[in-house]
């Protein structure tokens, strides 16, 4: 292939769809706007074509434009669902937390290989099947921290959460995937 057909837009669907989609379906837990950042970032593509220097390949160059599309998102959809999900639920964390957000007991250990599981496909299945059931601001926490590697003070700035409430909510989005992927990989 020479570069005219690698910067081709007419190919960039076939070629790099998938990967992008799953990139942004992750990331965004929403089939829907998954597609819409795909698509978002492929016209992005298209409109700075000619500031592409080939330096990298077009796909991880069109990821760096969709990983923006999915920021900003996140950032759109933060903005606009203020639901505070600590709500109703300060008798349930008496019971599970000491002072400071100090679990009260840890959990059991979990017998599960990681890497195994990796390279199965049915197993990312049901990873975003559970990642679907968590609340936006649970989900959102969760992949920026462990799946985009942010940094606390980033997610709290991004989310407009305190440090505290970052620690329980990922704490709960740990115990909620935990729990979804026992119930629905590890029971079969």
Request: glycine residues 4%; hydrophobic residues 35%; charged residues 30%.
């Amino acid at each position: 292939m020479n570069d005219k057909e690698l910067t081709n837009p007419e190919t960039w669907l076939d070629e790099h769809g998938d990967y992008l989609f799953q990139f942004a379906f992750v990331r965004l837990r929403n089939r829907a706007a998954a597609e819409d950042a795909v698509q978002e970032a492929f016209l992005a593509g298209i409109k700075a074509l000619e500031r592409y220097d080939g330096k990298t390949p077009v796909r991880y160059w069109l990821r760096g434009i969709l990983r923006h599309k999915v920021v900003d998102y996140i950032r759109k959809a933060s903005r606009e669902v203020a639901v505070d999900d600590t709500e109703g639920s300060e008798i349930l964390d008496s019971l599970k937390f000491k002072a400071f957000g100090i679990p009260s007991q840890h959990p059991p250990p979990w017998k599960f290989d990681p890497k195994h599981a990796y390279e199965q496909k049915e197993f990312w299945e049901v990873f975003y099947g559970c990642m679907s059931k968590l609340k936006d601001t649970m989900g959102q926490a969760f992949t920026l921290r462990e799946l985009e590697g942010w940094s606390t003070d980033e997610i709290c700035k991004e989310l407009n959460i305190k440090p505290n409430n970052l620690w329980v909510v990922l704490h709960r989005a740990r115990t909620q995937l935990k729990s979804c992927l026992e119930d629905n990989w590890l029971s079969t």
